[in-house]
């Protein structure tokens, strides 16, 4: 298992950045691929970008292209989320998560380890 805590988030506005990070430890972090997913109030967990093992494949959804950057440092055990142009319906709680065997996918379902969490607020 590995052990995820987020960091970076807060509020920002409407146009704004935020770097979230994500420190990992426990297993050897470069055999994981990393994600990030978010969960607004009422609404399901979902995906938002991940990237591969090495960092050589990347993957994001649809509503953050463009804005959001993932990468990692696994020097470091730590993935980041670089999110710019932030927009009011990026207000949600970000989580981070890994999975074993290195393959970027968007399932909530095939992500095995999670962080609590960490909340970012855009205001308008």
């Known amino acids: 298992q590995v052990q995820l805590v987020e960091s970076g988030g ?9 770097r979230l990070s994500c420190a990992a430890s426990g297993r050897t972090f470069s055999a994981y691929a990393m994600g990030w997913f978010r969960q607004a109030p009422g609404k399901e967990r979902e995906f938002v970008a991940a990237i591969s093992w090495s960092g050589g494949s990347t993957l994001y959804a ?11 440092d696994n ?8 999110m710019n142009s932030l927009k009011p319906e990026d207000t949600a709680v970000y989580y981070c998560a890994s999975r074993s065997g290195g393959a970027v996918v968007t ?10 969490g960490t909340q ?3 205001s308008s």
């Open 10 to 18: 807060g509020l920002a506005q409407t146009g704004g950045s935020l």
């Open 62 to 72: 649809d509503s953050v292209k463009g804005r959001f950057t993932i990468s990692r």
């Open 75 to 82: 020097a470091k055990n730590t993935v980041y989320l670089q």
């Open 107 to 116: 399932s909530v379902l095939l992500w095995g380890s999670w962080g609590q």
């Open 120 to 122: 970012v607020t855009v």
